[in-house]
């Protein structure tokens, strides 16, 4: 049994990044980040505990998909989760009634065309920092990086951190907004953090991601993304 599919068939997954994936990802980065951009020694981070990168594919529908017994972590949108936690209970208990819901990509896959867009997380006792979070020129503007924000919240969650940090260009309102939008807020300054243009960047961060209130709040933005983007399968183990 799979998580129903979108309307157009359309789904979106997100999963742990692969070294094959990488090429594809540092495209990504230099049209995203052009004015300092340099590359990412992603064979390097990869192999970083403290560190996890996700990348985000487009799919038109589950075919690339089959079901498996070795214990992956599944995080889905769909309907029939939603209403197993209706007060956005722990996410841990909740996936536990869901193990079969689990899936994996087929082995031996050259690498992914369809990554859309990446984001690197890192981790620091109880925190975790959201390090770069970048979508594709041609795939903007259609809930992805939404989408990667969401998977990186759960993804933090599993790795029991609890609170959520960033840093963001002070004029760059609109990704201030979707940050706001998840709960985070100004905590700070780092005055001319960034050196193309000695702007100043805000540190934003959340509530602790525990909290009923938070948690409840997430599975709201959750089911409303899902309203109006679509069906989201995110593999995070």
Same mark, same amino acid.
């Given at each position: 049994?799979?998580?129903?599919? +979108? *309307?157009?068939?359309?789904? %979106?997954?997100?999963?742990?990044?692969?070294?094959?994936?990488?090429?594809?990802?540092?495209?990504?980065?230099?049209?995203? !980040?052009?004015?300092?951009?340099?590359?990412?020694?992603?064979?390097?981070?990869? =192999?970083?505990? %403290?560190?996890?990168?996700?990348?985000?594919?487009?799919?038109? &529908?589950?075919?690339?998909?089959?079901?498996?017994?070795? /214990?992956?972590?599944?995080?889905?949108?769909?309907? $029939?989760?939603?209403?197993?936690?209706?007060? /956005?209970?722990?996410?841990?208990?909740?996936?536990?009634?869901? =193990?079969?819901?689990?899936?994996?990509?087929?082995?031996?896959?050259? +690498?992914?065309?369809?990554?859309? /867009?990446? *984001?690197?997380?890192?981790?620091?006792?109880?925190? +975790?920092?959201?390090?770069?979070?970048?979508? $594709? &020129?041609?795939?903007?503007?259609? /809930?992805?990086?939404?989408?990667?924000? #969401?998977?990186? #919240?759960?993804?933090?969650?599993?790795?029991?951190?609890?609170?959520?940090?960033? $840093?963001?260009?002070?004029?760059? =309102?609109?990704?201030?907004?979707? %940050? $706001?939008?998840?709960?985070?807020?100004?905590?700070? *300054?780092? =005055?001319?953090?960034?050196?193309?243009?000695?702007?100043?960047? !805000?540190?934003?961060?959340?509530?602790?991601? &525990?909290?009923?209130?938070?948690?409840? &709040?997430?599975?709201?933005?959750?089911?409303?993304?899902?309203?109006?983007?679509?069906?989201?399968?995110?593999?995070?183990?």
């Amino acid at each position: 049994m799979y998580p129903s599919e +979108a *309307v157009n068939g359309r789904v %979106y997954v997100v999963r742990r990044m692969k070294l094959e994936d990488t090429p594809k990802v540092v495209e990504i980065e230099k049209e995203a !980040f052009p004015e300092n951009w340099a590359p990412t020694a992603f064979h390097r981070e990869l =192999r970083n505990k %403290y560190m996890s990168y996700l990348v985000a594919l487009k799919r038109n &529908g589950l075919g690339d998909f089959h079901n498996t017994n070795n /214990g992956s972590t599944l995080i889905a949108s769909s309907p $029939e989760m939603s209403k197993s936690s209706p007060d /956005g209970g722990g996410l841990k208990e909740w996936l536990s009634n869901f =193990r079969h819901f689990f899936v994996e990509e087929k082995s031996g896959a050259p +690498a992914d065309k369809s990554i859309t /867009g990446f *984001v690197g997380v890192w981790f620091m006792l109880d925190e +975790a920092h959201i390090t770069s979070i970048a979508v $594709e &020129g041609l795939h903007r503007r259609k /809930g992805i990086g939404e989408l990667l924000m #969401i998977s990186s #919240i759960e993804l933090a969650s599993l790795r029991n951190s609890r609170v959520v940090t960033l $840093e963001v260009r002070a004029s760059n =309102r609109s990704a201030q907004l979707l %940050y $706001e939008k998840y709960g985070f807020h100004r905590a700070g *300054v780092r =005055r001319g953090y960034y050196t193309d243009n000695n702007e100043d960047a !805000f540190i934003m961060t959340t509530e602790d991601i &525990g909290s009923f209130s938070y948690r409840a &709040g997430l599975q709201r933005l959750k089911m409303e993304h899902q309203a109006k983007w679509g069906e989201s399968i995110r593999i995070l183990a």
